[in-house]
């Protein structure tokens, strides 16, 4: 109940310290709470309501990835400033945009304001906080040093969500481009071409094998239209199930993802870059070596490479070193494995893994803008063969026609 209490939203109306007549809303436990931060704030509260919910309650906003990001680097500037962080949770809840993220910090910051450690307050949210942020936010705490902690764990969110963006970007655009092509080619057939079938059958004369070709496609194609849909939408959703409860069918789409011409070269690069990003981070950290690589094939984005990380752990664990481990694998190219094997004989090892990462983060982003730039004039192409050649199907007899006249 405590937790509804803090979920609420009060519309008031008052004046301030000059006298003007101002209204808005806050939120609050209780009204009598909300009057009072409202008086702290220099306004004189003449009439204060709980906002209503609406009828059918209001939706809400999915929390992403990228809202658990700003939130970090928002608390991160807060702590930094000099602010207490229960005062912290406070400010950065309410400039939040999403209302759930808002709500999330709520109850942390209750959780935090109860007793309870910081990490342990995170770790009663394992949807939205992994154990990489929980743990790194629990050795900022052990360590007097949280608003560093912070700071790093706020970069390195940053630079995986533009990282998982720029994959995103990769893959979604020759999808959205077969998408299109179908939606245009489906329309074609079952609209357009249904109305040049009516005035060939007036000809009297034998049509060009490739107009009969696409009428009999334009035939197909208006009596089995439905059946496609369903078809689609039954292989997405078994597509969904089979990688959430099958093991080993995402363990083959991952392989046959990292074998795909140009995209499979992306997404070694993002494995890398992942990889070496993570583990700088905790490392940095002060981590455990053998513990960071347990958090770090949990972030790699990959089962083969998660895999691979893992029979890392258990080298190193066993006594062997780092790079000669990493190049067991198979996994990961020379360059990595050097510069590894550099920082582990230097004592910079964090700093080698960064600069690892930062040259493969690059090398992504550059891979994803060739790829658009390269799918740019082969979407014309492919939009055209199959625009075009069904209109010249369709002219085709017309101009025939008018030859023989």
Not at 51 to 66: C, E, T, V, W, Y
Not at 248 to 261: G, N, R, Y
Request: proline residues 3%; charged residues 20%; positive net charge.
């Amino acid at each position: 109940m405590a937790l509804e209490a803090a979920q609420s939203v009060y519309i008031w109306q008052g004046t301030d310290k000059h006298g003007n007549k101002t209204k808005g809303e806050i939120p609050g436990s209780s009204q009598a709470l909300a009057k009072a931060q409202l008086r702290k704030q220099g306004i004189a509260p003449t009439r204060i309501r709980r906002k209503s919910k609406s009828l059918f309650g209001a939706r809400k906003q999915k929390i992403k990835p990228n809202d658990v990001a700003i939130f970090t680097r928002q608390l991160a500037t807060m702590m930094k400033a000099g602010i207490p962080l229960v005062q912290s949770f406070e400010i950065v809840g309410e400039s939040l945009d999403n209302a759930s993220m808002g709500e999330l910090v709520g109850k942390v910051r209750n959780d935090v304001a109860a007793g309870n450690s910081f990490a342990d307050s995170l770790r009663k949210h394992p949807r939205y906080f992994d154990n990489l942020f929980c743990n790194l936010v629990a050795a900022g705490e052990q360590s007097g040093a949280l608003e560093t902690m912070l700071d790093r764990l706020a970069t390195y969110k940053e630079k995986s969500e533009a990282l998982k963006s720029k994959i995103k970007k990769a893959m979604n655009y020759p999808i959205a481009v077969v998408f299109v092509s179908i939606i245009v080619t489906g329309i074609l057939l079952v609209k357009v071409v249904p109305q040049f079938a009516s005035t060939f059958s007036s000809f009297g004369a034998d049509l060009p094998a490739f107009t009969l070709f696409v009428l009999h496609l334009s035939d197909v194609a208006i009596a089995h239209w439905w059946k496609a849909i369903i078809g689609i939408v039954a292989l997405s959703y078994s597509y969904k199930e089979a990688m959430l409860r099958s093991k080993k069918f995402e363990e083959a789409v991952d392989k046959l993802s990292l074998k795909l011409p140009i995209v499979g070269d992306i997404l070694k690069s993002s494995c890398y870059a992942r990889f070496t990003r993570t583990l700088a981070t905790t490392f940095s950290a002060g981590v455990p070596l053998v513990d960071a690589l347990e958090s770090v094939a949990g972030a790699s984005g990959n089962v083969v490479y998660y895999r691979g990380i893992k029979r890392i752990k258990d080298d190193v664990s066993s006594g062997q070193q780092l790079a000669f481990s990493i190049r067991n694998t198979g996994l990961f190219p020379t360059m990595v494995v050097q510069m590894v094997g550099i920082g582990e004989e230097s004592g910079a090892l964090d700093d080698m893994l960064d600069k690892c990462a930062q040259y493969y983060e690059a090398e992504v982003d550059n891979s994803v803008d060739g790829l658009t730039s390269l799918m740019e004039p082969l979407i014309m192409a492919v939009l055209g063969v199959l625009v075009g050649g069904l209109m010249i199907a369709m002219y085709l007899p017309i101009f025939q026609l008018g030859q023989v006249v």
